[in-house]
């Protein structure tokens, strides 16, 4: 398989590079370990910050369907000793939660939409860079080139297995608790809760 650009995940990244590389005309080609048929289950959802809203009409992609949830316009910081403080965003900025399994679609149908093809089940094990070429192996043993590849698998990156650039961050080990609800006593639904506790972070 040769393309001009080879994209590995389509996740929100790769296809928003995806779209864009396919919208000025290269050939791509979009490699998605899972299959395209699988969502991840991210049933909390995930926000979308004024700028990725911006991004995403910019790609084409319409922020309407039953993935998208409801808009935040302000958050609520409660302290450890349970005072509270509300801060309303201004005027026209908000937040949006949208289900990611259902966003990840969206931007996948976006992507076939431009023209690029996107493959599922194929699961990336090696990288080998040329002068005038990347080679992709999978774990099928298939082969794929292109003049240029973009690493966008996240934390699973294979390129940071691959280019030994991945080491542990003691910082990064701990854990973050998010809790969506319908409905909750004195919270008002379109507010960001933030729970601090002690000197170092929130939830």
């Given at each position: 398989?040769?393309?001009?650009?080879?994209?590995?995940?389509?996740?929100?990244?790769?296809?928003?590079?995806?779209?864009?590389?396919?919208?000025?005309?290269?050939?791509?080609?979009?490699?998605?370990?899972?299959?395209?048929?699988?969502?991840?289950?991210?049933?909390?959802?995930?926000?979308?910050?004024?700028?990725?809203?911006?991004?995403?009409?910019?790609?084409?992609?319409?922020?309407?369907?039953?993935?998208?949830?409801?808009?935040?316009h302000g958050v609520r910081n409660v302290y450890p000793d349970l005072s509270w403080t509300y801060h309303a965003f201004p005027e026209g900025f908000?937040?949006?939660?949208?289900?990611?399994?259902?966003?990840?679609?969206?931007?996948?149908?976006?992507?076939?939409?431009?023209?690029?093809?996107?493959?599922?089940?194929?699961?990336?094990?090696?990288?080998?860079?040329?002068?005038?070429?990347?080679?992709?192996?999978?774990?099928?043993?298939?082969?794929?080139?292109?003049?240029?590849?973009?690493?966008?698998?996240?934390?699973?990156?294979?390129?940071?297995?691959?280019?030994?650039?991945?080491?542990?961050?003691?910082?990064?080990?701990?854990?973050?608790?998010?809790?969506?609800?319908?409905?909750?006593?004195?919270?008002?639904?379109?507010?960001?809760?933030?729970?601090?506790?002690?000197?170092?972070?929130?939830?």
């Amino acid at each position: 398989m040769t393309a001009d650009v080879i994209v590995i995940g389509a996740g929100p990244a790769g296809c928003a590079a995806g779209i864009r590389l396919a919208q000025m005309g290269y050939q791509v080609d979009v490699l998605e370990k899972r299959p395209l048929t699988e969502r991840p289950d991210m049933t909390s959802g995930e926000l979308l910050a004024p700028h990725t809203q911006q991004e995403c009409d910019e790609l084409g992609v319409e922020l309407a369907g039953p993935w998208v949830c409801d808009r935040v316009h302000g958050v609520r910081n409660v302290y450890p000793d349970l005072s509270w403080t509300y801060h309303a965003f201004p005027e026209g900025f908000s937040y949006l939660q949208v289900d990611r399994g259902g966003f990840d679609a969206a931007l996948q149908r976006r992507l076939l939409q431009v023209g690029a093809a996107l493959h599922g089940e194929v699961r990336v094990t090696q990288i080998e860079p040329h002068p005038d070429r990347v080679v992709v192996l999978d774990a099928s043993g298939s082969r794929h080139e292109a003049k240029v590849a973009i690493d966008a698998g996240g934390r699973h990156a294979p390129t940071l297995t691959a280019f030994k650039l991945k080491r542990e961050d003691p910082e990064f080990r701990q854990i973050a608790v998010a809790l969506f609800f319908a409905s909750f006593p004195d919270v008002r639904l379109d507010t960001w809760d933030r729970h601090l506790y002690g000197e170092h972070g929130a939830m």
